[in-house]
């Protein structure tokens, strides 16, 4: 390989608003066969909105909200800051809880006044032993008169009650449709990889065209995810925003950081997308393939 045709790859992907962490990122990405896209923060905007309530009998909404608020300090998920500004909209005063912990693509958990207090999905109360109720239908969280992606639900126990549910919405970026069907153009194969439920991804598939989906993925799970991919003769391009998908960037033969994610991702990324939009990733799959040729 010339490094004069890399240099100037690089330099090119700089004014497209891609930055190239080395030389052998640049080599390495002419041969992507498969693009893993994360959900959240990467298709969607990544800014939620706890738009519904749904306390059990006996527990109002305001009650629901203020034990999920005070246990949602502990974490720093999108999740846990769209519960909190729910909260402070309403003027709920937030108690303090003892021993707060995040559990990264679960939930958080925390002990409020003596008593065990946990908000995440449906597989970390069932951990817990909390009897909660069935997954939502897909249908139900179909709902394509709007640009929203499907909500995603997160559970409330307090003791080991159900307290409710809090649904909260994300919306898809406008140019998501464009842009996978650029890749697909590209002659790429995309995967959805997320740690929502298989409902809500599904939802977002179908509206973005994208091939297969890959749910309920743990963060600790996302990496070998990649390499069962890699396994079946791919060479995988993961984009991510960094939070909860460290490592499944470094294990991809390509990683992809949108320039919002975490400094984690950063490290962990051979590409930086520094422009604020989808077809970044598409001009990033070209740019390679073009230094690639001008060097052979
Ligand atoms: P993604 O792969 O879409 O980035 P995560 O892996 O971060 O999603 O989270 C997966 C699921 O775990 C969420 O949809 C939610 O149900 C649950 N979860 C994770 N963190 C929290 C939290 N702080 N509060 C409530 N639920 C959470
Ligand atoms: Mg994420």
């Known amino acids: 390989a010339t490094p004069t045709a890399l240099m100037v790859g690089i330099g090119r992907g700089a004014t497209l608003g891609i930055l190239v962490k080395g030389q052998d990122a640049l080599e390495a990405s002419g041969t992507i066969t ?44 999108i999740i846990a800051r769209a519960i909190l500004t ?4 309403r003027g709920i005063e937030i108690a303090p809880v003892a021993g707060l912990t995040a559990h990264p693509g679960r939930g958080a958990s925390g002990q409020l006044h003596g008593e065990p ?49 809090i649904g909260l919405r994300d919306t898809i970026k406008r140019d998501a449709r464009t842009a996978v069907a650029a890749l697909h153009a590209q002659g790429m194969k995309t995967v959805l990889l997320t740690g929502d439920t298989p409902a809500a991804a599904a939802s977002v598939a179908a509206r973005l065209g994208i091939d297969t989906v890959l749910a309920g993925v743990l963060p600790a799970q996302k990496a070998d995810a990649i390499r069962s991919l890699q396994d079946s003769g791919d060479r995988v391009a993961m984009v991510g925003d960094g939070i909860n998908d460290a490592v499944a ?35 990033a799959i070209a740019l390679s393939r073009r230094t690639l040729r001008t060097i052979k």
Do not use: C, W, Y
């Open 34 to 77: 498969t693009v893993v896209l994360d959900k959240t923060g990467t298709l969607t905007t990544g800014s939620m909105t706890a738009h519904r309530l749904a306390p059990v009998d006996g527990v109002t909404e305001q009650e629901l909200l203020a034990v999920a608020a005070a246990v949602e300090r502990g974490s720093e998920h």
């Open 86 to 89: 729910a909260a402070e909209n």
């Open 117 to 165: 207090v946990l908000v995440g999905s449906r597989a970390f109360l069932l951990d817990h032993a909390i009897d909660v109720p069935d997954e939502p239908d897909a249908a139900d969280n179909l709902d394509n008169s709007t640009g929203q992606a499907a909500e995603t639900s997160v559970l409330v126990a307090r003791g080991r009650l159900l307290l409710g549910r």
């Open 249 to 283: 960037l470094a294990a991809a033969d390509l990683g992809l950081a949108m320039v919002s994610g975490s400094d984690i991702a950063l490290k962990s990324a051979d590409i930086i997308l520094v422009r604020d939009d989808l077809a970044v990733i598409p001009d």
